[in-house]
């Protein structure tokens, strides 16, 4: 079956939604907690949700970030983990058109409007941090570069048609793009969380993989100092989705299957004012956090119109950290706080609602708020330049790369 080509954006916002549902129907169904998500992310791939990253210069819609930040939100409302499973393949798309040769770029991109998925292969354990790279690319004596070592946290690889990863060498770190057929790689389902596991980010290993040099991508110079932001407001949109998702399963557990507390005097759940005045709450919160990433979403649109512009970099730092910040805590307080409202029923794992925290609280560990508002505070405070840890990458990949 061919994929989808979607010709709008308001058409790919329209068809995430049907998407959605679909998705939604799946994941409220406990018994699928533990299936591997095949279906669901056919699903993205078919409805040419996949494509929409790609430049209307290649054939693909060119999707404003705002659009795409857009549909991994609506994906994650239904589902956390099949939200970061179309977050990462957006986040490696953007990687294939810089540092490889114009063939390779031009076979990903239809591999990609076929409705291929990208996975990928950056983390490692073990190390002292995640920057101390053991995955190695060596020169062999008959002048192969050769591939060895193991990944981890790979989302989405095990489901992926292409596999992006980062390793080291005596030259510096390079980029390697894999196909999943290839010889010597091994994809591992391994991935055994308490949540996010449609986003299957287990193991992935390489045995002796001789590479093809043209999909080996050397650095070309230091990352930009805005190079984390996309997939940081990508990890934004998948917090408040799910904030979404379980502020939407608490609502319709009140309006279906809550009984009122004896001491409220109402006939029904939805009558009791604590519970009308805490639901205000959550849709609050909610509703900051949807606003603060639309916001993030219109600067980084303006950002990529003008990259070098200082100002416009410190507030697409600034403001995709906001963002980050306050979808983490909206995912957190709605998907766990909500269960004082429902009853000890909602309990029950019929309902499958304890997925929204589950997602949440394994989600919200990717990346350290706290160093977020580190950079926020320090802006604010002592005039320090807004980052990431852009600089840091540089400098400990760069070192790393030549150790072993």
Do not use: C
Request: glycine residues 10%.
């Amino acid at each position: 079956m061919a994929a989808n080509i979607l010709r709008s954006e308001a058409d790919a916002i329209a068809v995430a939604k049907e998407v959605a549902r679909e998705i939604a129907e799946i994941a409220a169904d406990s018994s699928q907690n533990r299936e591997l998500p095949r279906r669901q992310a056919q699903l993205l791939s078919d409805s040419g949700l996949t494509a929409i990253g790609v430049p209307k210069a290649f054939g693909g819609l060119g999707a404003s970030v705002e659009t795409i930040v857009e549909t991994v939100r609506i994906i994650s409302v239904a589902d956390g983990g099949v939200g970061q499973l179309l977050q990462i393949h957006n986040v490696m798309l953007r990687g294939i058109f810089t540092g490889y040769p114009d063939e390779v770029r031009d076979r990903l991109v239809a591999d990609v409007l076929a409705g291929k998925r990208f996975g990928n292969a950056l983390a490692e354990v073990g190390g002292k941090n995640k920057f101390a790279l053991k995955t190695r690319v060596e020169r062999r004596a008959d002048g192969k570069l050769i591939l060895n070592g193991s990944k981890f946290y790979s989302t989405g690889s095990y489901l992926a048609e292409w596999i992006s990863l980062t390793a080291g060498s005596d030259d510096g770190g390079v980029g390697v793009l894999l196909n999943r057929d290839t010889p010597g790689l091994t994809l591992v389902d391994d991935w055994d969380a308490f949540g996010q596991n449609n986003s299957v980010s287990g193991t992935v290993i390489f045995d002796n993989i001789e590479l093809d040099e043209r999909f080996v991508s050397r650095r070309q110079g230091p990352m930009k100092r805005t190079g984390l932001t996309f997939p940081q407001i990508l990890h934004a949109a998948i917090d408040t989705g799910i904030a979404a998702g379980a502020l939407q399963a608490g609502v319709h557990y009140l309006n279906h299957n809550a009984r009122p507390w004896v001491e409220s005097g109402v006939e029904r759940a939805n009558e009791e004012p604590h519970i009308i005045r805490q639901i205000g709450e959550y849709a609050v919160a909610l509703r900051a956090a949807e606003s603060l990433l639309r916001d993030a979403a219109r600067v980084f649109d303006q950002h990529e119109q003008d990259p070098d512009n200082k100002e416009l970099q410190d507030e697409l730092i600034l403001s995709v950290a906001t963002a980050r910040a306050h979808s983490d805590g909206a995912s957190l307080k709605i998907s766990s706080d909500i269960f004082s409202l429902l009853g000890a029923s909602a309990s029950l794992t019929k309902w499958n609602l304890d997925r929204f925290w589950r997602n949440a609280r394994v989600h919200t560990t990717h990346d350290p708020i706290r160093w977020r508002l580190h950079h926020v505070g320090n802006y604010y405070l002592n005039g320090i330049d807004p980052g990431e840890y852009t600089a840091i990458l540089n400098a400990k990949q760069t070192e790393g790369a030549t150790t072993r």
